[in-house]
């Protein structure tokens, strides 16, 4: 079962540079490529905007096809108080957890300043899962990992810059490497055309892939398209995985490209019967 591990929907007008997806198109552009289920990340809303409508929208993707879409919500990272809405989040139908950017501030001094404690706390006790960005601060991800074992983690993109570009990304994941041995820290390896040096099939990014799939072993690193800021189609994102790195085992796909995810989210499948294509999808590029 391919279960892509983000995609920002559903469009808001506030979606800025990075817009959205609607449910419809989403599910059409999942059926084309054999995905079976997508985890919603909906977008972080300006200023003075409300976090709660903006899940909401995304959890009544979820309500409408729960077999499908599931959502790691936004929060409000500002206000200690919020800690005790932890407690029930995943009591939302179709809420798996929470995703946190730290890219800007107030995030990013909240986590450099170490005033999260609050946070990675009720995350903890709550058993809610965790998917962040903080790139270049691996060092603080790594404290909260040590100081909060039962807290499940998982770090975006290979924790690169949305907005900087890698001549190399050996080097630029180093910092990524030194996470694994904390068992409690998964990666998304997601919207990774976007970091090629190269045309299709991006040679430049496999090497990277290769090392943080042998850090972290193949159950903890989760493929993901971002749709909306890619610049391949979806079958060629997941063509890229299960045609262009034969370092990858049908096994080792099995857990890259779905089943990883799911279980590191605690979202069950409700159907055992549906397929798990992994080698089984047109060769890569068949749709450029």
């Avoid at 279980?263 to 068949?286: C, D, F, G, K």
Wanted: charged letters at 20%.
């Amino acid at each position: 079962m391919i279960c892509d591990s983000q995609v920002h929907a559903p469009h808001t007008p506030h979606a800025g540079p990075v817009p959205g997806i609607e449910p419809d198109a989403l599910l059409a552009e999942m059926d084309r490529a054999d995905v079976a289920r997508c985890v919603v990340v909906p977008m972080m809303p300006p200023p003075g905007n409300d976090l709660a409508l903006t899940n909401q929208a995304a959890l009544r993707m979820a309500a409408r096809h729960p077999d499908r879409f599931a959502v790691m919500g936004i929060f409000d990272l500002t206000d200690p108080g919020n800690s005790a809405r932890l407690s029930s989040w995943r009591s939302q139908p179709g809420m798996l957890g929470v995703r946190v950017a730290f890219l800007r501030d107030p995030n990013l001094s909240l986590l450099t300043e170490g005033r999260l404690e609050w946070f990675w706390s009720a995350a903890e006790a709550a058993q809610v899962p965790i998917m962040l960005i903080a790139p270049d601060h691996g060092e603080e991800i790594a404290d909260v990992a040590a100081a909060h074992p039962r807290l499940r983690l998982v770090v975006d993109h290979l924790n690169l810059h949305p907005m900087v570009s890698y001549d190399d990304l050996l080097p630029a994941i180093q910092p990524l490497l030194a996470l694994a041995s904390h068992d409690n820290v998964a990666v998304k390896a997601s919207s990774l055309p976007c970091w090629a040096q190269d045309a299709w099939p991006y040679p430049s990014i496999h090497r990277a892939i290769e090392t943080v799939t042998q850090a972290f072993g193949p159950r903890r690193v989760f493929w993901g398209s971002d749709l909306t800021r890619s610049p391949v189609s979806y079958r060629d994102s997941i063509a890229l995985f299960t045609h262009e790195l034969p370092f990858l085992s049908d096994e080792e796909l099995v857990w890259i490209m779905g089943r990883g995810v799911m279980e590191w989210l605690r979202w069950a499948p409700q159907e055992e019967s549906l397929p798990v294509p992994t080698r089984t999808l047109p060769p890569a590029n068949s749709t450029r």
